[in-house]
């Protein structure tokens, strides 16, 4: 038989298809008998290269025009093989094809669709401050608070030297996986910019279970998955005390300046300016924002909208 050049017959003898949960890949595997008009030299890239292309090449999409309302619509190839059939001379070949995707079907009242996972994690740890004044405070802690007079309160100190407390803290880890093909979610330029925008800064609206001003991003990170896959990672603060701290006024040799009782004569609250911004854009790194932070927010999209 002279050496083949093409694809003479292709026809799918078998198919499995396998949709996992929220944190498992949905697969389609499927087998296709091709025939080829000669016979192939399986050590010729080339000529295997014909035999293998009966699926396109890595990482083409499963259909035509890729959609988030079809359970299959935003799969890609991975991985091909091909078998010799026995007794072909190397002509006919089992070929197997794995196409899978990171979306999950989501089904609730008004939602039919793929959706990329949402993940979050809440630790709630004390943050452990030195404490000359303890509630109820004149003047409450609050974001982007520098104070210069004495911020009220029960006097808990011993001759300038505060007492050790622990206040409640909690840390926020909200974290998604986009898509850099996705459009809607940008490429990762436009992911590194906008985590350069959130970090550091309070949420000037409401933000999950918060409303303005309540809790901040202390970082972002983004990290690649696979292939077009990336996880985008942000680190969140709130704090009762919105991250200040005592500071007692002090002398000229730099200790704290009593009064007539021996406390600190005058405390200050004083914290770090962060600034604002809308900490729900991180959102629209997902291919809906407003599922995206449904999720988020309640643990499921059972709830939405």
Not at 45 to 53: D, I
Not at 73 to 92: D, H, I, K
Not at 116 to 130: K, N
Not at 200 to 217: E, I, M, P, R
Request: net charge neutral; proline share 5%; charged share 15%.
């Amino acid at each position: 038989m002279p050496a083949a050049t093409a694809i003479s017959r292709s026809a799918i003898t078998a198919q499995n298809f396998s949709e996992g949960g929220p944190s498992q890949a949905s697969t389609y595997t499927v087998m296709r008998r091709v025939t080829m008009d000669g016979t192939v030299d399986v050590e010729n890239a080339t000529q295997m290269a014909l035999v293998l292309g009966a699926f396109g090449t890595p990482l083409s999409s499963l259909r035509a025009t890729m959609v988030l309302t079809e359970r299959m619509g935003m799969m890609r190839l991975r991985t091909v093989s091909a078998t010799p059939v026995p007794n072909t001379e190397s002509s006919v070949f089992d070929v197997t094809a794995k196409y899978d995707q990171l979306y999950t079907w989501n089904k609730a009242t008004s939602l039919e669709k793929l959706q990329l996972p949402v993940e979050v994690d809440f630790d709630a740890t004390p943050r452990s401050v030195l404490m000359y004044r303890s509630p109820s405070f004149t003047t409450q802690p609050s974001a982007d608070l520098n104070t210069t007079t004495d911020i009220g309160g029960t006097k808990v100190d011993y001759a300038g030297k505060p007492i050790q407390a622990l206040i409640p803290q909690m840390t926020v880890r909200v974290s998604m996986i986009f898509d850099c093909t996705n459009a809607s979610s940008g490429t990762l330029v436009s992911v590194y910019d906008k985590i350069n925008t959130l970090s550091g800064k309070w949420n000037s609206a409401t933000f999950l279970h918060w409303g303005a001003d309540q809790v901040y991003c202390e970082s972002g990170s983004v990290s690649q998955i696979r292939d077009e896959y990336y996880r985008a990672t942000f680190n969140l603060r709130w704090d009762l005390w919105y991250g200040c701290e005592q500071q007692p006024k002090t002398d000229i040799w730099g200790k704290p300046a009593l009064d007539s009782s021996g406390s600190a004569n005058t405390v200050t609250w004083k914290s770090l300016v962060r600034g604002s911004a809308n900490l729900s854009n991180m959102f629209t790194l997902s291919s809906d924002s407003t599922v995206a932070a449904q999720i988020a927010k309640e643990g499921s999209f059972l709830t939405y909208p």
